[in-house]
């Protein structure tokens, strides 16, 4: 009998484009008000992206607009540095 397993929901990071676990990821997500922002709870309303939780996925992502893409959204550049700085908090504390 086969046994079933169940799969953790896998996403892809839009910047090295790994595909990993939910969880490994970080959501970034644009309210249905227009606001960016990192949804740590994975479950709050918009359109959302996936990013590895290292700094680097997250530079390179901002750098090359593809979360711009990814979110259909403009950024201005006080969005990208608050984004930037909310990661480097949040990865602080990782592990
Ligand atoms: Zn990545």
Redesign the pocket.
Known sequence: MPVAIKRAPQRT??????V?NKRD?LRVVRTPDGVIEIDTTGKKAGRGAY??R?R??WE??LKDDRLEHALKSRLKSSEREQLLSQIKELLKGAR
Not at 13 to 18: D, E, S, T
């Open positions: 990071c839009l910047a090295c484009r790994q990993k990821l990013l590895c290292v680097e996925c390179a992502g």
